[in-house]
């Protein structure tokens, strides 16, 4: 089966930078869309950033103007720059992934879920 492995999370101040991580390893044959959520406590998850497989981007407001998302196809790895970070992005963070799973002449949908980084964003 496929497994993505989120890393990168951590405590900052307000204002400051992190970058999240996330890997995609198994019986990969492509990955097609990519794509963060994030569950603050009491709250529900909620999606943060989105990524094609062509690379079009898309973004909640909330984040639009602080945060990027990125992948490299070829190391099956997607990230999250996130810059002048605020207390209300504090979450745990969760990759998603749209994959097709085994060959170019067998293979399978699946969706895929990491086990979540939390990021904690001080005043």
């Known amino acids: 089966q496929v497994h993505l492995v989120e890393s990168g999370g951590g405590l900052v101040q307000a204002g400051g930078s992190l970058r999240l991580s996330c890997a995609a390893s198994?019986?990969?044959?492509?990955?097609?869309?990519m794509a963060w959520y994030r569950q603050a406590p009491g709250k529900q998850r909620e999606l943060v950033a989105t990524?094609?497989?062509?690379?079009?981007?898309n973004y909640a407001d909330s984040v639009k103007d602080r945060f990027t998302i990125s992948r490299d196809n070829a190391k099956n790895t997607m990230w999250l720059q996130m810059n002048s970070l605020k207390p209300e992005d504090t979450a745990v963070y969760y990759c998603?992934?749209?994959?097709?799973?085994?060959?170019?002449?067998?293979?399978?949908?699946?969706?895929?879920w990491g086990q979540g980084t939390l990021v904690t964003v001080s005043s």
């Open positions: 998603n992934a749209n994959i097709l799973s085994g060959s170019s002449w067998s293979y399978r949908p699946l969706g895929a």
């Open positions: 198994g019986n990969i044959f492509m990955i097609n869309s």
């Open positions: 990524i094609t497989g062509g690379g079009t981007t």
